[in-house]
């Protein structure tokens, strides 16, 4: 589950030629976000792409992305969407560590969790679980 040392998700068919297309599931992300999908071989360099908008709906949208993948040796695939907070009606900003919180970044590899991460308005990065946020 998104590791070099498991046991793969996926297993790319023989013959498969590059670029390759990843498909991209995603809810409560806003419509229109973009994800950036790298690729980390065992050995060797990063590869990235960004994907098209995700279309759909909120509760459930996608999006694909097409990129050069290693063919001989494992990767791991991480998807990551940066997006801004944007304040329901009626309520205030949200804080993290005593700065407002202006972006949230969500990262996830397949059948891993998801890992939130709150950007401040003076571009401080702070982990959702390791906050103490308040309306």
Do not use: C, H
Request: hydrophobic share 40%.
């Amino acid at each position: 589950m998104g590791s070099i040392l498991a046991a793969p998700d996926i297993l790319l068919p023989v013959g498969t030629t590059n670029p390759v297309t990843v498909t991209l599931t995603a809810s409560n992300i806003p419509l229109g976000t973009s994800i950036l999908v790298t690729a980390t071989p065992q050995s060797g360099s990063k590869t990235s792409a960004i994907s098209s908008g995700l279309a759909g709906t909120v509760a459930s949208s996608t999006a694909t992305a097409t990129l050069t993948l290693s063919l001989t040796q494992v990767s791991v695939l991480t998807a990551t969407a940066t997006f801004p907070l944007v304040a329901s009606a009626g309520t205030g900003p949200i804080y993290a560590e005593g700065e407002e919180v202006k972006w949230v970044r969500v990262s996830s590899t397949l059948g891993g969790s998801s890992r939130v991460v709150f950007i401040t308005a003076s571009g401080k990065e702070v982990p959702a679980q390791q906050t103490a946020w308040r309306q």
